[in-house]
């Protein structure tokens, strides 16, 4: 009679250990792998829309909007006819552009990513000076002319939009949480703790690695460490 072989208990005990082994060694680099491509797609995503505020300043007088923009529509709305929407198209949360894909999953959105109800996951420079003394500065939300911008390569117009429980969910343009969606104070810093709705921390402080995704005026996108992201990095005098 043929004999029929099979795995003995302790054959199928090795054989499960070993595949656990190579998960607990694969899992954590398939992660990271990951995390890099997210970070990629957003320094990307940054740089599109540094394009399209590129093509806005050239049509609006080299104005850029800062907050709402100053005419009750905010940079998303206002970029719009720049990122390939067609003609009469207003809904912005099609636009993918507007999203990290490293942004936490916070519920399930109609128009959004899987289980993402943010659609605006950046901040704007709503933050001006008074001169180059000034430590503190105050919120703008006017247009500013490319000009007014001392040293545009070294000023940020955008960042990572913080996901903590106390940041703005930005669901739709009606939002009535819409005007949170700029910085313009200190406590806004990703090195700030402060969780206030108001003065909390709106920059991600660990969106990516350590830090998070800049656009710069010169149209240029960066990551940097959070603590390399000061008050300096958003000065326009």
Same mark, same amino acid.
């Given at each position: 009679m043929r004999r029929i072989r099979a795995f003995t208990l302790i054959e199928l005990l090795v054989v499960i250990a070993i595949?656990?082994?190579l998960l607990a060694i694969m899992v954590p680099a398939l992660n990271k792998a990951r995390e890099q491509v997210q970070a990629?797609? #957003?320094?990307?995503?940054? &740089?599109q829309i540094g394009m399209a505020a590129n093509l806005y300043s050239?049509?609006?007088n080299t104005y850029v909007p800062r907050g709402t923009g100053g005419s009750g529509r905010t940079w998303f709305m206002l970029f719009l006819p720049y990122v390939g929407h067609t003609s009469g198209e207003t809904d912005y949360r099609r636009v993918?552009?507007?999203? #990290?894909?490293?942004?936490? &999953?916070?519920?399930?959105?109609?128009?959004?990513?899987p289980n993402s109800r943010q659609t605006v996951c950046f901040v704007i420079n709503g933050w001006t000076f008074n001169d180059r003394n000034d430590k503190t500065g105050h919120e703008i939300s006017k247009p500013t002319k490319l000009s007014e911008f001392k040293v545009p390569m070294a000023t940020a117009y955008m960042a990572d939009n913080e996901a903590g429980d106390w940041r703005a969910i930005i669901e739709e343009e009606t939002s009535p949480e819409i005007h949170r969606c700029d910085l313009f104070n200190p406590g806004h810093l990703p090195t700030s703790d402060s969780k206030d709705i108001t003065r909390g921390r709106r920059i991600a402080c660990d969106r990516h690695r350590d830090g998070c995704n800049l656009l710069f005026l010169d149209w240029?996108?960066?990551y940097r460490d959070a603590e390399d992201i000061t008050v300096n990095t958003w000065r326009d005098k």
């Open positions: 595949i656990g082994i990629t797609i #957003c320094l990307n995503n940054l &740089k050239e049509e609006n993918d552009l507007y999203r #990290c894909p490293g942004f936490p &999953k916070t519920g399930l959105g109609l128009y959004d990513v240029h996108a960066e």
